[in-house]
């Protein structure tokens, strides 16, 4: 180990997370969710080019990340490591960072559809079992490639995932919730899950809103099939 080396590098950043604005940053992003710069200038109590400016070191130092979507920015932790040691730090502190609290209704929050895939935290339950049970796995930060036992689980509810594969739009990716600050499935599989639902009646649609109603047939299937308790 290259002491010396260690040593600046440890010390860049502790410097960085000592700012108090910058700690206020990354203690609310501890709980998983991503958040816009806006929010952050907000929960920092600094205006938003000041916020930007924290943020830019937090990015340098490789303690958060960002993902544009649609008209906005959001920014996460880097990672688990980073997550680990801002938890430690918050237990020798004797804190607790207060919890996302969001502010969508209910139903739109619980299911709706977004452009062509589902979306809220059904979704999000969804997402979470099909890359627990190996049928995704995570290419990188945001895109996703289905698995060889998950294309036959797939199969055998009748999505073809070579057939998706050969369309003209992205085949999988994580697709940030705006309600819940997490990411859902989006692209060509997440419209066939989404198809797939609505031909099955697992779910039904409003007439006049983008809201999903998850049907007493689909409660059961996605339990028996995904494990998923809705």
């Known amino acids: 180990m290259d002491v010396d080396r260690t040593d600046v590098n ?8 000592a700012e108090p604005a910058r700690t206020r940053m990354l203690l609310s992003l501890l709980d998983g969710r991503a958040r816009t710069g806006t929010e952050l200038a907000a929960t920092a109590d600094v205006s938003p080019s000041t916020a930007s400016v924290h943020l830019a070191r937090l990015r340098q ?3 958060v990340t960002s993902i544009a979507q649609g008209k906005h920015r959001y920014y996460r932790l880097f990672g688990a490591n980073v997550a680990a040691a801002l938890e430690a730090l918050a237990v020798v502190a004797g804190s607790v960072p207060k919890p996302f609290v969001p502010t969508a209704p209910a139903r739109l929050r619980y299911a709706r559809s977004c452009y062509d895939h589902i979306a809220g935290s059904l979704a999000i339950s969804l997402h979470d079992r099909l890359l627990g049970m190996n049928w995704l796995r995570c290419v990188d ?3 996703y490639d289905v698995t060889r036992s998950g294309a036959a689980e797939l199969q055998r509810l009748g999505i073809d995932v070579e057939n998706l594969r050969a369309q003209r739009r992205r085949f999988a990716f994580g697709c940030l919730d705006w309600s819940e600050r997490r990411p859902h499935i989006g692209g060509a599989v997440g419209a066939a899950l989404l198809q797939l639902a609505l ?3 697992w779910v039904t649609s409003d007439l006049d809103s983008r809201a999903l109603a998850l049907t007493s047939k689909g409660r059961r299937e996605l339990y028996a099939r995904f494990g998923v308790e809705a």
């Open 10 to 17: 440890v010390s860049a950043i502790a410097a960085a997370i």
């Open 61 to 63: 130092q490789r303690l």
């Open 141 to 143: 930060d945001e895109h």
């Open 199 to 201: 031909a099955r009646r």
